[in-house]
């Protein structure tokens, strides 16, 4: 039992009548998740965390605490107005370590929440409308959790004129959106900044789950670049399309329910078929379709998704699709009771947790006293005599919620679990048994790819990892290429077409050596050929796809160029000719709306490097004379690009030299 001395403390007689209200509150909330989803990796949240607990009822006093440097828990009472109604501009800023948090009753209205570089902020229990531009953006932030609101905007007069109601964009990432009814709007919710963002590189990693999306028209959410769970989400009345997707995005749905007055539950944006470089890639699982979907690409799932388990477990919140027809309105928007709610650290579903994790929770309003329940079963918890005496072990399954007290009574957190990892690492990338690595990647967006890292989660008590890398499986021991303290490492350039053994042995604070599991990737060599090849049947990587262009803008060589945007991206291939010296050409789609960066490495070496960007029209670029090569060199064409525009490559000639 934790005691605390109480701040303001009114004393009053309490009726049965009210300790059963209390109760059942408890159990509305107990009964839903905390955070979870991809908020919870790569340090997870805890908002204002045990900051001081303040209460606001006025802009101004809301705008001083989210603005300040000092973490806090604010406490929003009653109807706070901006200029968002008049339309115009009206935001807050939030900074780092907040959690905002509405009493019953709360709402801004006409003011908007923006997020802009920061980090771990809380939005709970709040009804936020008519906010202009957005009601909640995020821009270059991460980990932030929007729980419970309830947003909307438009007039149905001007339902082209609002922005977004909960945007998340430039480089935004591990966000979740949960129990949010999200209504009455044009263009909902984004997670990413459209086409040609480099910032949405390896960014973009959302879960929406158990939020109802009613009168939206589109963007429920829209996703590109980065990696989207959509999960036991209700939709109904979408005029447009409901979860839709671009440019390389990976998409799982699973268990949403598309009631009967939804035009289209899914949609590609941009892309027409698969070989479009704006196409993304998706799967649902389980969900309920009022309507048949569409037999149209545009309409239908790829096959081809993520797996979110490699990031958190989220298998015990999967509600079955008749529970998420009946989410809406008893579960989603503000619940009384949700802003004594104490927050757990770590968030539910958290994997891969070091044992020097120390569980920690949210502080409320006066609290008097915490007790926490403890075990290694949600059926099972014990009190604990205080969170400083817990010591974990590794690969356990730990459950656990918080009772916390003040003067309106007992507060329950719902019960959270987590896992600890094992004392091996795990999770490698590239995935072990891949057969198509990305070899090469893009680190920067003016520049040429590098050669891809390789990383693994954490194992439970490590403090080096030796990390050993052969293309011999009995050879690893004398291949040590990193003993590092990060969880990643770059082995430098590999080859194409050459599968690679790799371990990752924990060295632990004791100094025991933990010896990791063998693990295998490769890359497939693509040959090049005397003559001509086409560049989309060299290996890929980074910002480099497909497009068909058949002859309806211009034609290229097989109907099919690669290109790239927003990044840089690189063509390999290995040389299957006879060695000797060779005349080299490349042709490329010269576009004038902006600037294309190209080059031709043999073996790593910069043999030559141009630019385009003077003609709508096809150009072959003169790469040597006489190139020297040798059976077995590896050829790679990098690329990026500036400004709008893509690059678009097509072929290579490769000729020998009359000697």
């Not at 790829?302 to 998420?324: E, H, K, M, N, R």
């Not at 990752?504 to 693990?519: K, L, N, P, Q, Y």
């Amino acid at each position: 039992m934790i005691d605390r001395p109480a701040r303001n403390r009114t004393l009053s007689h309490r009726r049965p009548f009210v300790i059963l209200v209390l109760l059942l509150v408890a159990l509305t909330v107990s009964a839903q998740y905390g955070p979870m989803g991809f908020v919870n990796c790569d340090g997870g949240i805890t908002g204002g965390g045990t900051g001081q607990v303040v209460r606001v009822n006025n802009r101004e006093d809301l705008a001083r605490y989210a603005q300040s440097a000092t973490p806090y828990i604010i406490m929003v009472e009653g109807r706070l107005e901006g200029n968002g109604l008049n339309r115009q501009r009206d935001v807050i800023d939030v900074h780092s370590d907040k959690t905002i948090v509405g009493t019953k009753g709360a709402e801004l209205a006409g003011i908007g929440l923006n997020i802009n570089g920061q980090q771990n902020i809380i939005i709970r229990n709040l009804v936020i409308h008519h906010a202009d531009p957005d009601g909640i953006a995020a821009r270059n932030s991460h980990h932030i959790w929007v729980d419970h609101c309830e947003i909307y905007s438009q007039d149905e007069a001007e339902r082209e004129d609002w922005d977004g109601l909960i945007d998340l964009t430039a480089g935004s990432s591990y966000l979740t959106v949960s129990y949010c009814y999200i209504h009455d709007h044009h263009k909902a919710c984004l997670l990413n900044s459209g086409t040609m963002h480099f910032e949405d590189n390896d960014r973009n990693r959302a879960t929406y789950h158990h939020n109802a999306f009613v009168r939206t028209d589109q963007r429920n959410p829209r996703i590109g670049y980065g990696l989207g769970h959509v999960f036991c989400n209700y939709y109904q009345d979408i005029g447009s399309y409901a979860i839709g997707m671009h440019t390389q995005a990976q998409v799982l749905s699973e268990h949403n329910y598309f009631g009967p007055r939804v035009k289209h539950p899914f949609a590609q944006m941009y892309a027409s078929s698969l070989d479009d470089a704006a196409c993304a890639y998706f799967d649902d699982r389980g969900s309920h379709f009022a309507q048949p979907l569409p037999s149209q690409f545009k309409y239908q799932p790829t096959g081809t998704s993520f797996v979110p388990a490699q990031w958190y477990d989220y298998t015990f919140a999967l509600d079955d699709t008749t529970a998420v027809a009946s989410l809406h309105p008893a579960q989603t928007g503000p619940q009384e009771g949700l802003e004594h709610e104490p927050i757990l650290w770590p968030g539910n579903g958290a994997t891969g947790l070091p044992l020097t994790t120390r569980p920690q929770f949210s502080s409320i309003e006066n609290m008097t006293q915490a007790e926490v329940f403890w075990g290694t079963a949600p059926d099972r918890l014990q009190p604990l005599a205080g969170i400083a005496s817990v010591r974990l072990q590794p690969s356990t399954a730990y459950y656990w919620k918080v009772e916390a007290r003040n003067d309106k009574g007992t507060h329950a957190s719902p019960v959270y679990h987590f896992t600890t990892a094992g004392r091996q690492p795990s999770k490698p990338y590239p995935a072990d048994g891949e057969r198509n690595a990305q070899l090469r990647a893009a680190t920067a967006a003016n520049a040429m790819t590098a050669p891809m890292s390789l990383s693994w989660q954490p194992a439970a008590d490590a403090q080096i990892y030796k990390v050993y890398l052969s293309t011999a499986a009995n050879d690893l021991d004398s291949h040590l290429v990193a003993s590092t303290a990060a969880t990643t490492c770059n082995p430098g350039t590999l080859l194409y077409g050459q599968t690679y053994y790799w371990r990752v042995d924990a060295v632990t604070s004791d100094g025991e050596t933990i010896r990791g599991d063998i693990w295998t990737f490769s890359a497939p060599a693509c040959n090049i050929q005397t003559g001509r090849t086409e560049l989309e049947h060299l290996a890929r990587s980074a910002y480099a796809y497909l497009e068909r262009q058949d002859g309806s803008w211009f034609k290229a060589s097989n109907d099919t160029v690669t290109v790239g945007e927003a990044g840089p991206g690189a063509m390999t291939g290995v040389w299957t000719g006879e060695d000797g010296r060779y005349r080299v050409s490349i042709d490329f789609y010269d576009e004038k709306s902006g600037q294309a960066w190209m080059a031709l490495s043999v073996n790593d070496v910069l043999v030559d490097s141009w630019q385009g960007n003077k003609q709508n029209g096809m150009t072959t670029h003169q790469v040597s004379e006489s190139l020297l090569l040798h059976k077995g060199d590896q050829l790679r064409i990098d690329f990026y690009t500036q400004g709008k525009m893509r690059c678009r490559m097509d072929c290579i000639d490769i000729e020998p030299v009359n000697s």
